[in-house]
């Protein structure tokens, strides 16, 4: 099964520690979305990368959170000195292309809890 | 900005009825697209149907069936015949014009019963 790749399933950290969320595009796919799922809310679009670029990064906090995608590897999001309140579920999606008529491809999520 | 509105936190159906989820979002663009995501107990985030705005016709995949009005902006889908594996959160979803972020809704939970 070539789909997206999340790792790890579960993380769990203290706070002030930082939390690093991987995500392995579907074959082919060089589009990267990352989402957050609050409990018992909807996903939120948090940012948007293409191979070595961020496209769109309007729903990413301005402080401690940051997102790569490089040329070789899975594309990265980091939490630097997590809070409780960071405690959710992370989806990351691909897609081949970048139109909204495209559907996004789901990874199993990250359910990242802090103590 | 656009939002997404699923205005029922739960519902129930029983085994082999049919069950219809709400949707309306709130738009200005006219090039757009839609879909149904369902979310089971696993968190797995599967597409179940998507609906193109400049397309009348409304989308069927098996089971699953939508009525888009476009002037309402009303996205419902519709489940026949409903099956226990059919019980999962159903998050409806706006992907617009230049933008390839989608926005979801806050999701549906939807029991099915015997």
């Known amino acids: 099964n070539a789909g997206v790749m999340q790792n790890p399933r579960h993380l769990v950290r203290r706070r002030g520690q930082e939390a690093r969320l991987r995500c392995s595009p579907m074959?082919?796919?060089?589009?990267v979305y990352w989402y957050r799922q609050l409990p018992e809310e909807g996903l939120k679009f948090m940012v948007y990368l293409q191979k070595e670029n961020i496209i769109d990064e309007s729903g990413m906090p301005k402080e401690r959170f940051s997102a790569e995608f490089p040329k070789e590897g899975p594309s990265i999001l980091r939490i630097q000195q997590v809070v409780r309140g960071d405690s959710a579920a992370y989806f990351c999606?691909?897609?081949?292309?970048?139109?909204?008529?495209?559907?996004?491809?789901f990874g199993d999520g990250t359910r990242l809890s802090i103590l | 900005a656009q939002t997404v509105t699923q205005s029922q936190p739960e519902m129930s159906v029983q085994e082999a009825e049919t069950v219809t989820l709400s949707c309306t979002y709130d738009t200005s663009e006219s090039d757009y697209y839609l879909f149904w995501y369902k979310q089971p107990p696993s968190r797995q985030m599967i597409l179940v149907i998507r609906?193109?705005?400049?397309?009348?016709q409304n989308a069927t995949e098996n089971r699953f069936s939508v009525n888009f009005q476009k002037a309402a902006k009303s996205f419902s889908l519709k489940i026949s015949d409903s099956q226990l594996g059919d019980a999962a959160m159903y998050f409806c979803a706006y992907g617009g014009g230049t933008a390839s972020k989608l926005t979801f809704g806050t999701g549906t939970r939807l029991q099915v019963t015997l």
């Open positions: 074959k082919g796919h060089s589009h």
């Open positions: 999606a691909s897609s081949l292309v970048a139109y909204s008529n495209q559907p996004q491809h």
């Open positions: 609906q193109e705005a400049y397309k009348q």
